[in-house]
């Protein structure tokens, strides 16, 4: 369903802001 797809593209972005910041504390330590 729409609602579905737009979780998992929540989802998605939401996972894709904690490889982000996961990278970040990497590069940083």
């Keep these: 369903t ?3 797809n737009f979780m ?3 989802q ?3 996972y894709g802001l ?3 910041v996961i ?3 990497a ?3």
């Design 12 to 14: 998605a972005v939401s």
């Design 2 to 4: 729409d609602r579905d």
């Design 23 to 25: 990278a970040s504390r």
């Design 8 to 10: 998992s593209a929540e």
């Design 18 to 20: 904690v490889d982000k």
């Design 27 to 29: 590069d940083a330590a």
